[in-house]
């Protein structure tokens, strides 16, 4: 019974959630909210601060300034004005001052050189993410040509190697976004990993060989094989949810074994192109035949 009541209130919570992702740009009232979880509005705004670890006004303004960070970094041609006004401020003066206090940096040097490592931190909520009801199938994955990009360092920076990877793929046109796979290999488990020496490779799909380049990007082969598959939905930053529910849960129950190649994550749609609570990523962990 406890056990239920649990999954109920995380449930609601989660309405919360997935309400404030999906309408960042509206007016996000406490009283709204608390009526979109069934709460009492008298005692909704000490409830969220208690499960999710941060005051529901500030978690709503961190979420914006989130959005806005992703098209300061990969929408070049967004203009500062144009962000700021989207995530809720008068003028850029107001955005400008919310984001240096948030990360340590203004927008406009974010844009240049992103500083991702006090980015994370300020997104490190104890908000909980159920994965009982996740569903596993098992498939075989042909062998699939790719280019890949290797990342080594701490994880919070993964994203400048990946934009690294968007600009060689539009410089060179081999493996377009819009008519390419999108992979990401993850080689280390970065709570396990040292920041130094975590290993990650962002992968697209190729119809020819790679030629050198001074991105570094180069030839790869994602083997065929048997691998057990699961959907996450939503940010990327939760995505290890997914992976430990597999090796953690799945796989002891399962009776399978695992095959020498890395998990992998299939991005079946990507940011800024995507809203980031609209993100759909499959994850591949390879099976022995």
């Not at 997935?18 to 608390?34: F, K, M, R, T």
């Not at 290993?199 to 050198?212: K, L, Q, S």
Request: charged share 25%; glycine share 6%.
């Amino acid at each position: 019974m406890a056990e239920s009541k649990a999954v109920k209130y995380d449930d609601r919570f989660g309405l919360v959630f997935d309400y404030i992702n999906d309408h960042l740009s509206e007016d996000l009232s406490v009283d709204h909210l608390s009526r979109v979880a069934n709460f009492s509005k008298f005692h909704f705004h000490r409830q969220f601060s208690l499960y999710a670890g941060i005051s529901v006004c500030r978690y709503i303004q961190l979420m914006r300034l989130r959005r806005a960070s992703y098209q300061l970094a990969f929408e070049d041609d967004t203009r500062v004005i144009d962000i700021a006004l989207e995530a809720g401020f008068e003028n850029p003066e107001s955005f400008s001052r919310a984001f240096k206090q948030a990360f340590g940096q203004t927008p406009t040097q974010f844009r240049q050189d992103p500083a991702w490592e006090p980015w994370n931190q300020q997104y490190r909520f104890p908000i909980r993410t159920r994965t009982a009801n996740m569903q596993v199938k098992i498939v075989h994955f042909p062998e699939t040509r790719v280019a890949a990009l290797e990342h080594i360092g701490p994880p919070e920076t993964v994203n400048d190697t990946a934009k690294r990877f968007m600009q060689w793929r539009k410089e060179t046109g081999l493996s377009p976004v819009k008519t390419s796979a999108t992979y990401g290999l993850a080689h280390d488990d970065p709570a396990l990993a040292a920041p130094e020496q975590f290993r990650f490779e962002v992968c697209g799909t190729v119809g020819a060989e790679v030629p050198e380049n001074p991105q570094g990007v180069r030839n790869k082969v994602i083997p065929a094989g048997r691998c057990a598959v699961v959907r996450h939905f939503g940010s990327h930053d939760r995505i290890g949810d997914g992976a430990y529910f597999l090796y953690r849960e799945w796989l002891p129950e399962s009776g399978e074994e695992l095959r020498d190649f890395p998990l992998f994550f299939h991005y079946l749609n990507l940011m800024p192109e995507t809203p980031e609570h609209e993100l759909i990523t499959d994850l591949y962990l390879p099976l022995r035949d």
